[in-house]
Every structure is written in structure tokens, then in C-alpha cells.
């Protein structure tokens, strides 16, 4: 019989919807057979066990049945889950046609096509949402440098004010209003670097266990009393390449979401861990990548957020929170991080069931770092050393030059390289420290860093620059020992830094 011999399930019923006929390959795929259903009454109800789906899919059916008896016509593809035997799921093309007295449905299996569909539409709405980030992280970096030029001098301007004015003078108020504000405006700034994935890093190997339980403390009071802290460590942890800072970012930021998901009593889990990805599993999952991985998991048992919500999650100035309670930035900067990083993100939510996001970070291979870092509680002053300023900003210039002076140190300016070569040559006496713009009319940063260490070979250098790291890193600035000051920064960011390098 030619039923037999079809690749795809075919049943065939009278007028009366008893079943008369179900071919081997109906079988093979849902697992009923004849005499599990001896009329179409009894496919529906193994079908499609739900009753209110079930109500629906009749009513259609009988619909396109109706239409195909008036016309003697085939009826138009229809698609409907359908449930087998052993209670898996696949996705089912129907067809059917009639005859006066017969009715013959054929069932085609195109529980693969539809995966690959969706698959397909997952990577297309990825590859979108990956070239909108871009295009909104190109036009946040390429605003910072003017931005954080601005905000260097007004936070500078104001610092050296405040120094002038007595203590109880009500212009100290307003001075420490601009001074916060501009501050403000800074962290903003930063965030909107971090979600561009040009923010200036200074990466450290480490492990993620000894960076969380560091911040525990200051993660409880940032959430609360209300809320309790769940730290799970996973053991024998891989080591990871990242800014501690950056670190300090994630947690902070997502833990401040948990925290306002949660309407009042609840709890928020850390957990790390590692996890290994192949090309197989890649393949069948958007957005992995294959390799070695130390996974991150923030979760809560909060309000959770519905597909629309987590279509936006990691656009900037999205918010799902009243005005006044949040930038819109937070997750934003969480994704530029960990992208930055060269990893990825994976986050999973219900209305009313919680929130998970999955941190993938890189596994870092090789020598941990020497923490050198240098403790800056206490600035020291300067000790009459002399320092070579060069920027092509005047407003920065005059403010810098005002700050080290302030400071002890003794201060040479020039607004372009060829003005701070002809300064050197004519100066009597050493010059300790170069501090210079990274790029500038003439000749940027670096080659005149060169050029001085030629008249003054013990001459320390410290770069500083508004542009953001991917453009400085182009210029060699950011190479491993560098000496590098990001604008905007305050007269206790100069001081120490300053200190730092003359140390060295």
C-alpha cells in the first residue's frame, strides 16, 4: 500500500471520524497506534492533553475541514505541537484532504526545521542587538574625550577654590555642590566607557573566589538586612585576567538589581565555578563560545523580568525603575565589562520566578601577577622636584600646573611638544617627571617622551589623556608598566599618582 511507503504519518478516518487506517510511520513517530485511538475523539485528547490549547486546535481544524469539504480542495499546511506516547513534544505539519465519504490526514515531522529556525532567528536577533551596542559604544567613546577634558577642569577649578575658601564660608556649600555634580557627571561617564568596552583597565591575574569574599561585606550593606547573602565558592577555582575594579562593577551592580527586584524579605545567591565549553555544544547554543571558563552566577528570588524586559536588559538608559531610582546604566556597564574581557553573558528570567545571570570569564593560563600596588591613604606632598607639564588644553594646563605647584613641586608648562623641547633645552637644572597628553598637535605623547629621555635620560614619564583606551592602546600608551592617568581626575588623583611614579 502506497500509505506504507510514505516518509511521513498518514491516518485516514470516515465521515464519522472512526479511525480506519494508521500507517507504521504515524507510529514510528508518536508512538499511537490504531487501537490507541479508535476514533479522532481519542487523538485529541492524547494530542494535546491541555484542554484549553486542545479546544483551540479542534476548533481550526474544523475550520480548514469545513473549507476543504465545500472545495474539494487540499487544505493549507497547518503547524501544532503535538504530544507522543512517551511524552515528548514534536512539531507537526498537517495536511489533509476529503473525499465524500473518507477523510486522510498526512503528519510530517518538522520538529528539526523548527529548531534550526529558531536557532536561526536567536543568532539574527544576537547579531542585532550585538551591532546596536556597538553603535551606541561608538558614540559614547567617541564623545569622552571632550567630555572628560570639561570635566577635568571643572573638578580641578573647583578643588583649588575650595582650598582658598574658610572653613563656614557659604560659598564652600556651592563649591561642593559643582564639585559633586561634576563627579557625578564622571561616574557616568566611566559607565558609559564600560559599556563601550573602552574604558581604561588595568588587569590583574586572580582568583574570582578571594575578590568576592573581599567585597562580601560591602555587598551586605549595599542590600541590605532584609535580604540575606548566599556565597557559594566553587572549588579549586581557575584563575582569571580582569581589573579588580571591573570585578567590584559586576558585583556591585548586580547585586543592587537583585536587591530592587526584591520587594521585601528575600535572597540573593553568589556562586563561582568552572565550566568547559566544545564546538558541539557552541553550535546549538546563540552566543557560547568554546574554551575554558570560570563562571560568575548572581541570582535572586525577586520579582524576575518577562521577554520583553530581557530584550532590553543591557540597553543603555533602559530601566524598568521609577524615576530618580536608577540611570539605566548599571546592566549596561555589566555587559561592556565582561565583553571587554572577552566574555559573555547569559541571563535567565520569569515574571515572579527570580533572576539568573551567568558570567562567563575566560580562564587566564600562566604566572599570576606581583600585586605592587601602592597604597595611597596618605598623599605625600612633593619634595621641590621638578615636573614638565604638556598639554594642548590651556584651561588643563593652567589647572594642572596649579595643583602640582600647591603640591611642592616645582612646574615647567608648555602647550605643545616643540614648546616643552625648546623649555628642556633651555632649562638649568634636572627635570624628574614629564607629564604629558597623549595626543597632540605636532607629535603625540610618546614620541616626545622619547625625545626628552635623550636630553634627560632619568626623566620619569606619566601619560594622561581625556581619549578613551582602545585609541591610547593604538599609541602604545597602555603597554605593561606604562605610567597612565585617565581624565578626568581630581587634585588627590594627581598627587598620588604623581608620588607613585616618582617612586618608582
Known amino acids: 500500500m502506497f500509505a506504507e511507503l510514505a516518509p511521513v504519518g498518514i ?9 480506519l487506517f494508521a500507517s507504521s510511520k504515524f507510529t514510528e513517530l508518536f508512538g499511537y497506534t490504531l487501537e490507541d485511538m479508535p476514533s479522532v475523539e481519542e487523538w485529541w485528547a492524547l494530542a494535546y492533553p491541555e484542554e484549553v490549547f486542545r479546544r483551540r486546535v479542534r476548533r481550526e481544524w474544523q475550520t480548514a475541514l469545513e473549507g476543504v469539504r465545500r472545495t474539494h480542495t487540499e487544505s ?95 560659598l564652600g556649600d556651592d563649591l561642593r555642590e559643582v564639585l559633586d555634580a561634576a563627579l557625578r557627571a564622571a561616574e557616568i561617564t566611566r559607565q558609559l566607557l564600560a559599556f563601550a568596552r573602552k574604558q581604561t583597565i588595568a588587569p590583574q591575574v586572580l582568583d574570582l573566589n578571594d575578590t568576592v569574599e573581599s567585597m562580601l561585606k560591602m555587598l551586605r550593606r549595599l542590600i541590605g538586612e532584609d535580604i540575606n547573602l548566599f556565597w557559594q565558592p566553587g572549588a579549586d577555582l581557575w584563575m582569571v585576567n580582569i581589573d ?47 574554551g575554558d571558563f570560570v563562571l560568575l552566577t548572581i541570582s535572586d528570588d525577586g520579582c524576575g ?26 546592566l549596561a556597564t555589566v555587559y561592556g565589562i ?82 616643552a623641547v625648546e623649555l628642556a633645552e633651555k632649562h638649568r637644572g634636572g627635570i624628574h617627571l614629564l607629564i604629558t597628553d597623549v595626543v597632540m598637535p605636532e607629535m603625540n605623547g610618546r614620541d616626545l617622551a622619547e625625545g626628552l629621555q635623550t636630553l634627560y ?26 605610567n597612565f592617568l585617565q581624565k578626568p581626575f581630581s587634585n588627590r588623583d594627581l598627587a598620588a599618582k604623581v608620588r607613585d611614579v616618582l617612586a618608582l
Do not use: W
Request: glycine share 8%; charged share 25%.
Open 338 to 419: 565582561v565583553k571587554q574581557n572577552s566574555g559573555f553573558i547569559n541571563v535567565y528570567s520569569e515574571p515572579e520566578k527570580g533572576s539568573t545571570f551567568r558570567i562567563y570569564l575566560p580562564r587566564h593560563v600562566g604566572e599570576t601577577d606581583r600585586d605592587e600596588a601602592i597604597s595611597i591613604a596618605d598623599i605625600p606632598q612633593g619634595r621641590g622636584e621638578t615636573v614638565l607639564i604638556v598639554e594642548d588644553e590651556a584651561p588643563i594646563l593652567k589647572m594642572t600646573g596649579k595643583m602640582l605647584e600647591k603640591q611642592g613641586y616645582t612646574v615647567l608648562e608648555a602647550m605643545t611638544p616643540k614648546q
Open 305 to 330: 523580568m518577562d521577554k520583553a524586559t530581557l530584550g532590553q536588559l543591557f540597553e543603555p538608559f533602559f530601566t524598568t525603575k521609577t524615576t530618580g531610582k536608577g540611570t539605566g546604566l548599571g
Open 244 to 290: 579588580p575594579s571591573q570585578l567590584d562593577q559586576i558585583l556591585a551592580n548586580l547585586c543592587v538589581n537583585s536587591r530592587d527586584a526584591i520587594s521585601d524579605v528575600g535572597k540573593i545567591s553568589i556562586e563561582t565555578g568552572n565550566v568547559s565549553f566544545d564546538d558541539n555544544y557552541c553550535a546549538y547554543h546563540g552566543g557560547f563560545v568554546p
Open 76 to 170: 493549507k499546511p497547518m503547524e501544532y505541537p503535538v504530544t507522543c506516547k512517551d511524552g515528548s513534544v514534536r512539531h507537526v505539519e498537517f495536511r489533509f484532504a476529503n473525499t465524500d465519504t473518507l477523510n486522510v490526514f498526512v503528519l510530517a515531522d518538522i520538529t528539526e526545521r523548527k529548531r534550526v529556525e529558531e536557532e536561526r532567528e536567536n543568532l539574527q536577533s544576537q547579531l542585532v542587538q550585538a551591532q546596536k551596542m556597538e553603535t551606541v559604544g561608538r558614540l559614547a567613546g567617541g564623545v569622552a574625550h571632550d567630555y572628560n577634558n570639561m570635566l577635568s577642569v571643572i573638578i580641578g577649578f573647583t578643588e583649588l577654590a575650595l582650598a582658598k575658601v574658610t572653613p563656614g564660608d557659604p
Open 457 to 482: 635620560p632619568e626623566i620619569k614619564v606619566l601619560f594622561m589623556s581625556g581619549y578613551t583606551a582602545d585609541l591610547i592602546a593604538h599609541r602604545g600608551v597602555l603597554d605593561a608598566g606604562v
Open 11 to 19: 491516518v485516514i478516518s470516515d465521515d464519522r471520524e472512526k479511525t
